[in-house]
């Protein structure tokens, strides 16, 4: 009887129980799909560690990188400490 | 040569070796010879499901270890000439075979079957290793709910990474008054989602729990909702180009006439 | 000695499709279901042809005397999955639930519901018995020989006295347990 009640009044759409699992279902498979294996994280902060050292000395036990999932938009999130600036470009290191 | 097929679901208590009995009894009813194998070590069931359970005296562990002949092991259906099951052990855990073994034996059967049908356990730790090693092709089987369709896109991404691409979907235990009322995911919801081919859809059926108590498929009662589906399901799997069971979403004067016709058979 | 010549009839009718279960050709032993846990020395040899060996019915192996002080007391219910294996004979206090196994060199004594499977004799004597205060099993084996519960069994078909398993005239027969009358070999 509500329910041919909320029907009638048409506000029945939005919460639909189907659509709110279907929301979330969504955004719990985004986190889940890019979800990044240990071993590639691993080898992009060797890579990372390589460029930026070019340019400045930077503390490699202290980097820190990570996935960050906030309002279903993706982000990489480095955290460098910097030990100093180089003041030559050295292109060979 | 036969084919062998794994059913899968990442999540437990979808039905995977409900559908494992079903479709592996439909095929057999088809003509076909088939074998289904329980890779659930410690934790069998598909022998109770098909009320075989008290012919089992050697069990795949045996079979991979050496320890018996392969055609010792397996049993031969009550009902059906052409089925056979090949059980799990329940004395042992995951680690008792191993992946080179499983895809020896599926091998071997696949050379005497037209299908194998492999159980998968739940999860996705060695038993699941285990059982994907020696299959040609997958099924995914999901219900409708977010903790099933996410755990079967889990599934699917891992079966994709191990070489089984474009594995078929099962949509089990749908319920077409909820769906209607909107509070179901239906069809086209889940299916845009995962992204994969649907095989069929397995309405909800209290006559599951009924065939499973007396250890008798749903397959073969001709009043079942969810029997016709596996029939459906089984002849796909063959080839056969039926159309997805459009399900009748007022569940009364159509269900009760069908049910009727049914009976008269 | 009155047999209970019903229950026998219903348990030997099972003679199944399954060629495994065929009661007159009793099937292969194999060794490594009764070795763990085994301090036979004959037993348990990875040698092919001692393995094929024993894995035949050897009056000689099968009816070794098994004195009754190798005997182990199991305090607790048997669960789906856990099993006993043990060269002696085995007294439960407990039941042994569906999926649960014993195997034993000597007797098998379940004071509860023995409902899964239980192999007595499992060296291959013949003279071994299977007894439980209500005897519902899955399957029985006493040396080489299987019987199994009957297809569609209902459950008012399981008696409420204590019962025994043994090899009757080449069969596995099933008779009340009467203490005293019947004697139980020990053997």
């Known amino acids: 009887m509500l329910e041919l009640l909320q029907r009638l009044f048409g506000r029945d759409e939005a919460d639909k129980s189907k659509n709110v699992a279907k929301e979330r279902l969504r955004l719990v498979l985004v986190q889940d799909r890019c979800s990044i294996s240990p071993h590639i994280l691993e080898a992009l902060k060797e890579d990372m560690i390589g460029v930026i050292s070019k340019y400045l000395e930077i503390d490699e036990k202290g980097l820190e990188v990570n996935f960050n999932n906030e309002d279903n938009c993706l982000a990489l999130v480095a955290s460098i400490p910097i030990v100093r600036m180089k003041r030559t470009y050295n292109e060979n290191k | ?265 | 000695m009155k047999r209970d010549i019903d229950r026998i009839h219903m348990l030997m009718q099972l003679t199944p499709p399954s060629e495994i279960l065929r009661h007159d050709k009793p099937p292969e032993i194999y060794p490594h279901l009764y070795n763990k846990g085994s301090q036979s020395k004959d037993f348990g040899k990875k040698d092919p042809q001692k393995a094929d060996k024993a894995s035949h019915i050897n009056d000689d192996i099968g009816e070794v005397e098994i004195p009754s002080d190798m005997t182990i007391l199991i305090q607790r219910t048997l669960r789906s999955g856990q099993s006993i294996r043990y060269p002696g004979h085995v007294v439960i206090l407990g039941d042994v639930n569906p999926g649960a196994e014993v195997v034993a060199g000597g007797n098998i004594l379940v004071f509860g519901t023995l409902r899964g499977i239980a192999h007595a004799g499992a060296h291959g004597n013949t003279k071994a018995i299977v007894a439980a205060f209500k005897l519902n099993p899955t399957q029985v084996r006493i040396a080489g020989y299987i019987t199994r519960a009957p297809d569609n069994a209902e459950d008012d078909c399981v008696f409420q006295h204590p019962e025994v398993a043994r090899v009757y005239d080449g069969k596995v027969v099933i008779e009340k347990l009467s203490m005293g009358g019947n004697k139980v070999s020990t053997q």
């Open chain 2, 1 to 265: 040569m036969g084919e062998v097929i794994v059913i899968t679901s990442g999540k437990g208590g979808v039905g995977k070796t409900t559908t494992v009995a079903n479709i592996g009894t439909g095929l057999a009813k088809e003509g076909y010879s088939v074998v289904l194998v329980d890779t659930d070590i410690g934790l069998r069931n598909l022998d109770v499901v098909l009320g075989l359970e008290n012919r089992i005296v050697y069990d795949i562990v045996d079979v991979a270890n050496g320890h018996c002949r392969l055609k010792q092991a397996l049993i031969r259906d009550k009902r059906l000439e052409s089925l056979y099951l090949l059980p799990a052990a329940q004395t042992k855990d995951k680690t008792a075979v191993t992946e080179e073994q499983m895809k020896e034996l599926c091998q071997k059967l696949k050379e005497d079957f037209d299908y194998v049908i492999i159980d998968c356990p739940a999860g996705i730790e060695q038993g699941f290793k285990n059982a994907i090693a020696g299959a040609d092709r997958a099924v995914v089987v999901t219900t409708p709910e977010v903790a099933a369709v996410r755990d079967a896109d889990r599934v699917i991404g891992l079966l994709e990474a191990a070489g089984l691409n474009e594995p078929d979907l099962i949509i089990n235990r749908l319920r077409p008054d909820m769906v209607k009322q909107g509070n179901m995911m239906d069809i086209d919801d889940i299916i845009d989602i995962l992204a994969v081919d649907l095989l069929g859809v397995v309405p909800e059926d209290e006559m599951i729990v009924i065939s499973t108590n007396k250890g008798e498929p749903a397959v073969l009662d001709s009043r079942s909702n969810a029997g016709e589906a596996y029939r459906n399901i089984a002849k796909r799997i063959t080839g056969e180009d039926i159309p997805i069971m459009l399900l009748e979403a007022n569940e009364g004067i159509m269900a009760l006439f069908k049910r009727l016709i049914g009976r008269k058979k």
